[in-house]
């Protein structure tokens, strides 16, 4: 086990979320007790061939063990490109760093598992390819030993949420707007348990909608989404899904929300324009949903939002509109901009893995109880 000293500690972390249009690449300071420090970042691009792959894989129900092996080696390929374009230009070298924590691509997350099997979550990656290629230890593999311990392996961001954002002299409410939404509540008292879950889709409906019909992979500022209107009775009807009304702990997936599930709830009759309107709002009311869910007394409400869709304009509109008495917050003011949250809690992860500390959050996935994540792949 690593004793703490003065000098700061570099880790990188690798994050590809469901969005599938790159990997983040972080590199972070971790020094004795403060909190980790942000100092550098990279965003490789996805390459076409790659994200028709990944994705193909993410909605299949066979797959060949050839497909799997190539996508997994494309795959690790891009991540070694973004470990080599984050740290070019810095005066850290690879040497330096002490693990890179890596995510992987998650293809299928099924906490509850399907009709009688076990419960399974899936995340495409070659952490021993990834530590030949960088000439780096490797930490992956975070989500199974909570699945393990009869956790839902998913959310874990909030543990780091905890490590930057908790106070206290005041509560925190964190917002992440990736593939899918998930909500942190930190109290200020250190003896309550922190709170997160997932509240339901975000940029995954959005993107996939917006693709199909605009060819492109996102809605710039939400202004496609502005164009259209509300549809009230579509929304009503993608509200009824279940999921909305299951009590925390909560993650879900592509295995649930995908644009299969959304054509079902649609009569034909819908402008394009009008059902991207409706998913936008589905994520806004969906949040607000969970906030209600965690009962927070009433008065001003900070909710530091982040993640790829903090920068979707029309979704932070609607956000608001939904949550009168909260003030959305960037994370940039404690040193962390919206994009790099989730990266940096795969590095923050990495470290907790090689120095023996818990990286779940009982409170937040149902697992047994505090557990070690990760398994550690030598350089």
């Given at each position: 086990m690593k004793t703490p000293t003065a000098s700061p500690l570099y880790y990188i972390g690798l994050m590809s979320g469901t969005s599938l249009d790159g990997i983040d690449a972080a590199l972070i300071a971790i020094e004795n007790d403060s909190p980790p420090r942000l100092l550098a970042t990279h965003a490789e691009p996805m390459p076409d061939e790659l994200h028709r792959l990944l994705f193909k894989l993410c909605h299949a129900d066979q797959v060949s063990f050839a497909q799997l092996a190539a996508a997994e080696h494309a795959f690790c390929q891009c991540q070694?490109?973004?470990?080599?374009?984050?740290?070019?230009p810095l005066s850290v070298g690879i040497e330096q760093i002490n693990a890179i924590g890596s995510h992987g691509q998650t293809v299928e997350h099924a906490p509850a598992g399907h009709g009688d099997g076990p419960a399974y979550t899936l995340q495409l990656d070659n952490p021993s390819l990834l530590a030949e290629l960088t000439?780096?230890?490797v930490v992956a593999d975070f989500r199974r030993r909570d699945l393990a311990a009869?956790?839902?392996?998913?959310?874990?961001?909030?543990?780091?949420?905890?490590?930057?954002?908790?106070?206290a002299d005041a509560?925190?409410?964190?917002?992440?707007?990736?593939?899918?939404?998930?909500?942190?509540?930190?109290?200020?008292?250190?003896?309550?348990p922190v709170i997160g879950f997932d509240t339901g889709p975000a940029n995954v409906l959005l993107d996939g909608w917006f693709a199909l019909h605009q060819g492109g992979r996102f809605d710039q500022d939400g202004d496609w989404a502005a164009s259209g209107n509300v549809d009230e009775a579509l929304l009503a009807r993608l509200l009824s899904e279940p999921f909305f009304q299951q009590p925390p702990p909560r993650s879900t997936g592509r295995e649930l929300f995908h644009l299969d599930w959304l054509q079902k709830h649609l009569s034909g009759q819908e402008a394009a324009a009008d059902v991207q309107?409706?998913?936008?709002?589905?994520?806004?009311?969906?949040?607000?949903q969970g906030i209600e869910q965690l009962r927070i007394d009433s008065?001003?409400?900070?909710?530091?939002?982040?993640g790829g869709g903090a920068h979707n304009g029309y979704l932070m509109q609607r956000l608001a509109h939904h949550l009168p008495r909260a003030t959305l917050t960037s994370p940039a003011a404690y040193g962390w901009p919206e994009d790099w949250i989730e990266a940096g809690a795969f590095a923050w992860l990495a470290h907790q893995r090689l120095n023996?500390?818990?990286?779940?959050?009982?409170s937040v996935t149902g697992a047994q109880g505090p557990?070690?994540?990760?398994?550690i792949y030598a350089a």
């Open positions: 070694a490109q973004a470990v080599q374009h984050l740290l070019a000439g780096c230890t009869g956790g839902q392996a998913a959310p874990l961001a909030p543990a780091f949420h905890q490590a930057l954002f908790g106070r509560h925190q409410l964190v917002l992440n707007l990736g593939g899918f939404a998930n909500l942190t509540w930190l109290s200020s008292q250190p003896t309550d309107a409706t998913l936008a709002e589905l994520t806004a009311v969906s949040v607000a008065g001003p409400l900070a909710l530091i939002t982040a023996h500390l818990p990286g779940n959050l009982p557990r070690v994540l990760g398994g």
